[in-house]
């Protein structure tokens, strides 16, 4: 079935607290993620918070990325929300996770706008994808 977009929906464990609570890195991370997915960058919106986290937004044409970072627990959350055939948003997710140097990866993913009997729904599932290693290679999470 057609689906309409793909949005990841990324819990990030055991990162590295400098680089997330870096805003220059954490900025130029989710920027690249974007390129790196074939996305057209709109605008980009970041956040320091005091004493420490993050919060942005890589606005794109096809959605957008987002973050929130807690380095006070080694810990990210982030969305990853593309439409359209030409986007690679595992890209950005592989890009980000290794980046972030994250130990321990879920991903949710949601098949979103899949036109059934005269509705649009979504399709829901989730996956454990890292767990401990240093580097992952390809995300395989689109059911």
Not at 107 to 125: M, Q
């Amino acid at each position: 079935m057609e689906t309409k977009g793909v949005h990841f929906i990324l819990e990030l464990s055991g990162c590295d607290p400098d680089i997330i609570n870096n805003l220059e890195q954490v900025r130029k991370i989710l920027t690249e993620a974007a390129i790196r997915a074939n996305a057209e960058i709109l605008q980009v919106v970041f956040h320091k918070f005091s004493p420490q986290g993050i919060s942005g937004v890589v606005v794109i044409s096809e959605s957008h990325l987002s973050v929130h970072t807690w380095p006070e627990h080694s810990y990210a959350a982030l969305d990853i929300y593309t439409c359209g055939l030409d986007t690679k948003p595992q890209k950005a997710c592989e890009y980000i996770i290794n980046s972030f140097r994250a130990k321990d990866v879920f991903i949710t993913t949601l098949s979103r706008g899949e036109f059934e009997n005269g509705l649009y729904k979504h399709k829901l599932s989730q996956k454990e994808v890292h767990k401990g290693e240093d580097k992952i290679e390809k995300l395989d999470v689109v059911s």
